[in-house]
């Protein structure tokens, strides 16, 4: 039986994943979950939803999502990573039946309600409204969660790379040769001036150690003003292809596991030309954690 997990923190909203035109009642207690984040997704605008209670209420059936009504449990969770959406959506994400680190499943959208109380936990919820999910010929890089360590932390939108040429985001080789042409909105200031002039750039990638580096977000100039979305693509692709030098990405696992082989980064395995980027998100205070999805080859 398929196990969906989903949670969602702004503005005390939250967020489900579920089939189109069912409803259901949520009345029984949670369930264990490994929670990974969806790409280039939607999900539902829940209202109402019971604050102060640590118990998560969950359904089940055919599919068994469940609520997370705390920041302070989303943060202190092992394997939750915090995505931000819009601010009327709010944070989601799903899991699979069984493989950890699937494609995106299609999702609904819906300006859906829940009504009950934190005493009851039982709630109805209508969906409605069908969105695609990633196409079949760019699977998401099974990036792990960066671990919070911090209690409180309160993540900012996602920067999304969104671009004209009908792929689903822009090419690493692309960023890296500053070639944006197709990227829109590429000259937008992405960073906000209160923040930090740099951040840290995590890559989280599946058989190899956890790595980073410093990126300057705030221009010094005498007007400080942020790095724009096609100058982070930039900032992105180099810090991949730094990544990907022999002797720098530490691998991790046993010799010959999938994480090993099947994401292998360099020459004869994967490149810039396959990488396409799609967010970059903020995984803790000042750090920040680019998306992928990566090109099939035929």
């Not at 009327?88 to 069984?98: A, D, L, M």
């Not at 790379?161 to 500053?178: C, M, Q, T, W, Y």
């Not at 991790?252 to 490149?271: H, T, V």
């Not at 000042?286 to 099939?296: K, T």
Request: proline share 11%; charged share 15%.
């Amino acid at each position: 039986m398929p196990l969906f997990t989903i949670a969602s923190m702004a503005h005390h909203n939250h967020s489900l994943y579920h089939q189109p035109d069912y409803s259901y009642l949520l009345s029984n207690p949670p369930q264990p979950f490994y929670i990974e984040d969806t790409e280039l997704g939607s999900a539902l605008h829940v209202n109402t939803p019971p604050i102060g209670t640590t118990n998560s209420p969950a359904w089940n059936g055919d599919y068994m999502p469940t609520l997370l009504t705390s920041q302070e449990y989303l943060c202190m969770t092992p394997g939750i990573r915090t995505v931000p959406s819009t601010p009327s959506i709010g944070i989601e994400y799903w899991i699979p039946p069984s493989d950890p680190h699937p494609n995106p499943i299609p999702i609904f959208n819906s300006s859906s309600f829940v009504s009950g109380s934190s005493s009851t936990l039982q709630f109805a919820v209508h969906t409605r409204q069908s969105i695609s999910p990633n196409p079949p010929d760019y699977p998401r890089v099974p990036q792990r969660p960066y671990a919070l360590t911090a209690h409180k932390f309160t993540p900012t939108h996602p920067i999304e790379f969104k671009v004209d040429s009908g792929e689903p985001g822009i090419r690493l080789s692309a960023a890296h040769n500053r070639m944006f042409t197709h990227l829109k909105d590429r000259d937008d200031l992405v960073f906000e001036l209160s923040k930090s002039p740099t951040i840290t750039m995590r890559l989280e990638w599946p058989g190899y150690a956890s790595w980073h580096r410093q990126v300057r977000v705030l221009d010094s100039r005498s007007v400080q003003q942020s790095i724009s979305r096609e100058k982070l693509a930039y900032e992105v692709a180099k810090t991949v292809h730094m990544f990907s030098q022999p002797g720098n990405g530490k691998r991790s696992g046993a010799e010959g596991a999938p994480d090993r082989n099947m994401w292998s980064l360099g020459e004869g395995n994967i490149g810039l030309d396959d990488l396409l980027l799609v967010r970059v998100e903020n995984v803790s205070r000042g750090s920040w954690q680019p998306q992928f999805l990566v090109r099939r080859r035929h």
